[in-house]
């Protein structure tokens, strides 16, 4: 049987979740036993997001083979089992650089190079080279970023008509498109979805599928008349309303609305029902939740949704393992900084964590809260820069090495207990140069690591430039800091660990990326659980600290 493709095409406003819908739709695919990989095209002109602001972008995403991409994927990641490599993100950038590396070869022998058909044939590429990653692929989702009317996602949507007119059976269009109820009119209004799928239609896709954003449930009347304006079938028109309590309830509420079924039949793919018993066990553990714990994120772009994306999600996870609920508290580190008082600022959380980040801002309130943590015997979890502030903390104020630093915020501090890692030294443009990707990582035993991984060699990814300075390991570990994991056959220290402290625990990759509702990051389950385990117990004296090596 030929692979089916899905295009996911988005209407009306941007933010109205496609990655979600896509990675939910994908989730429910799965859940009917499909096979099903998954693909990213972004409109702009950025070769990848590693080098854009996370205000711009929020989250980059690291694939294990080093690619930075879209934070959608860490969607797909959560919701389904797609491959995530290199080729399933493509922007316009890569598409252009593509083409015009060819053209400079000579390869187009004379032609005028031109958007059609050079650059939609290098993007209907990209579509097959997703679909050829695994030789037993049954569905290729694709997304496609950006609002149907802008001017720079037209070569997509030209590409993504192409293609089903050369695979008639074989494609479907779902658009999603938004819903507003408008207060001053008492009226939910479907002109604006008319409009986006006139839209699209202009340039010859006409979608099988509506994909509703609405704060509630559309009636029959809104769904029929939306049928009717925009020609698609009536059962075709579906809700997708805003969730009540989290984003995992979301390919339940596609399921309840026989979206699942719709899509097999459209493509002609004939499966079993879907069973879904696991993801609703995990609902249900989400929405029923026993207790409560309180997290503080101290970072640096704490009022954008989207900047730590993988990071929430995760802490979220942990918090799934243990059957609580979870709030998670976001602090701005500069403020820290500007309060006076870390304990001000930030005191009321059970445990904290710093995220990964880059630059001078925001430094020293992440010091003050490491420092904080370790004081007081709060639990404490770094993420990259979060492992870097752990350390730098330590050296000062443990080491006494007053002016200690990062190279990356102080190049001429005296003690740079965080140095360049020697491969970046030549490294001249920034985009894609980091140490990125998976790394293996050999842990020692009797360690929280250890024992929350229980195996001796894991994988994790990577995106940094800087890392731990091993002229100070001796004397670190002398003082109490040891490194729980460093890299496989090498030195590079990835995991950081103080002794007698109940749960600080700082690491050099990013484990955030690897973590499912369904299958929860150790660290993460452990970070939360040795919370719990603190909150019972009067003192920590009472939780089950290991020795330190
Ligand atoms: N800026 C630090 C480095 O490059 C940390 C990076 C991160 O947190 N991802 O090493």
Redesign the pocket.
């Known amino acids: 049987m030929s692979i089916k493709y899905v295009f996911i095409t988005g209407g009306v406003v941007s933010s109205l979740g496609k990655g979600l819908t896509s990675a939910s739709i994908g989730h429910l695919l799965e859940c009917r036993g499909v096979k099903i990989a998954m693909l990213k095209l972004d409109p702009y002109l950025n070769v990848d997001p590693g080098t854009m602001n996370p205000f711009q972008h929020g989250e980059v995403y690291v694939t294990d083979d080093g690619a930075e991409t879209d934070l959608d994927l860490g969607h797909y990641y959560r919701f389904t089992h797609s491959p995530l490599t290199k080729a399933s993100n493509a922007t316009t950038g890569q598409i252009y650089d593509t083409v015009i590396k060819k053209e400079r070869k000579g390869d187009y022998l004379g032609k005028t190079v031109q958007v059609i058909p050079h650059v939609t044939d290098e993007i209907k590429a990209r579509i097959l080279a997703c679909a050829a990653q695994e030789k037993d692929t049954q569905v290729v989702l694709v997304e496609i970023g950006g609002t149907v009317g802008d001017i720079e996602s037209l070569p997509f949507l030209e590409a993504i008509r192409q293609f089903r007119y050369e695979r008639p059976s074989d494609c479907i269009n779902i658009h999603l498109t938004y819903v507003p109820f408008l207060k001053a009119a008492g009226e939910v209004k479907t002109k604006p979805t008319q409009h986006s799928v006139q839209a699209l239609r202009e340039i010859g896709i006409v979608p099988d599928m509506i994909l509703c954003r609405c704060e509630d449930p559309l009636g029959a009347d809104l769904k029929a008349k939306i049928s009717l304006f925009c020609n698609v079938r009536e059962e075709a028109v579906i809700d997708e309303k805003d969730v009540e309590h989290s984003i995992y309830e979301v390919p339940t509420d596609l399921h309840r609305q026989g979206l699942d079924e719709m899509v097999c039949k459209m493509l002609g793919l004939k499966t079993g029902p879907a069973d879904l018993s696991r993801w609703e066990r995990m609902l249900q553990s989400v929405l029923h939740p026993k207790g409560k714990v309180t997290i503080g994120v101290v970072g640096k772009y704490m009022d954008h949704q989207d900047a730590y994306k993988s990071v929430y999600e995760a802490l979220r996870h942990g918090a799934i393992a243990a059957g609580v609920d979870l709030e998670i508290r976001r602090f701005e580190s500069d403020r820290i900084v500007e309060n006076g008082s870390v304990e001000a600022a930030i005191k009321g959380c059970d445990g904290y964590l710093v995220?990964?980040?880059?630059?001078e801002r925001g430094w020293e309130g992440k010091v003050l809260t490491a420092k904080y943590c370790r004081t007081k015997g709060i639990p404490y979890f770094g993420?990259?820069?979060?492992m870097?502030v752990m350390i730098v903390e330590f050296a000062r104020n443990v080491l006494g090495l007053k002016k200690a630093h990062?190279t990356?915020v102080d190049p001429n501090t005296p003690d740079p207990v965080?140095s360049m890692?020697s491969e970046q030294k030549q490294i001249q443009n920034l985009g894609g140069t980091?140490r990125l990707g998976a790394y293996p990582c050999e842990l020692k035993p009797d360690t929280l690591a250890f024992k929350a991984y229980g195996k001796k060699i894991i994988w994790e990814r990577h995106?940094?430039?800087?890392?731990f300075n091993n002229h100070y390991k001796t004397a670190f570990e002398e003082k109490g800091m040891f490194f729980a994991g460093t890299l496989e056959k090498g030195t590079l220290c990835e995991i950081s660990e103080v002794a007698g402290h109940p749960w600080m625990l700082g690491v050099?990759y990013?484990p955030e990326f690897k973590s499912k509702p369904l299958e929860p990051h150790p660290l993460f389950r452990d970070f939360i659980q040795s919370i719990i385990l603190y909150k019972r117990s009067d003192t920590w004296a009472a939780s089950p600290r290991l020795t330190t090596a």
Request: glycine share 18%; charged share 20%; aromatic share 10%.
């Open positions: 995220p990964g980040g880059f630059g993420l990259c820069l979060g870097q990062s990356e965080i890692l980091m995106r940094h430039r800087y890392e050099q990013h």
